[in-house]
Structures are given as structure tokens and as C-alpha cells.
């Protein structure tokens, strides 16, 4: 992911209670308080139920997110492949937002 492609996001999405911060040291987003979509290495990482995860990457359009190898983050994917990644990013703010 891209600076612009990072800005693009951030511009979509930040608005009411979607505000940006930063989550390991990088650029994130966050519903409230709880961060739904972080960049991380110039890859666009969120949160999403168990059953979408699996889902996505059955699919082939990304992978478990470990931020340190063996250290998988649980609920966490690393965005790959041909889904539309504005599309999960809003099923993950739906996410975060409905567990506050």
C-alpha cells in the first residue's frame, strides 16, 4: 500500500467517531478507541471476526497478521489479492464499532 493509496483511506474514513493514530508505531485508524486498519510496512492490516478472516484468507487475499514471526494477532489479517480494500475496511470500522 501506497502513500496515496494510504491517504485515500484516511480520507474515506476519517469522520465522526473514525479518527487516525498510530498502533505500533504506524498509521492507523481507529473506531473510538479501538484501531480497526493500521499500515504496516506499506501493508494495509485490519481487524475482522474470526469467520470473515478465515474467509479471506481461504480466498487467497491475505494472511495472518504477525507482527513478530511465530506471534499471530488474533482477528488481524495483512490485506492481499483482488478484494476491495475499501470494502473491508468498512467491514472492519462495522466490526470494532459494534464491539464498544
Known sequence: MNDESWADLV???VDGD?????MFGCAGLRAGRRFFAIRWH???VVKLPPARLAQLVD???GRPFEPMEG????GWIVLG???????????ARAYVAALA
Open 18 to 22: 473514525v479518527t487516525p493514530g498510530h
Open 42 to 44: 506499506e501493508q494495509l
Open 81 to 91: 489479492g483482488p478484494a476491495d480494500r475499501a470494502d473491508v475496511v468498512e467491514e
Open 71 to 74: 506471534r499471530r494477532m488474533n
Open 59 to 61: 480466498g487467497g487475499d
Open 11 to 13: 480520507d474515506r474514513f
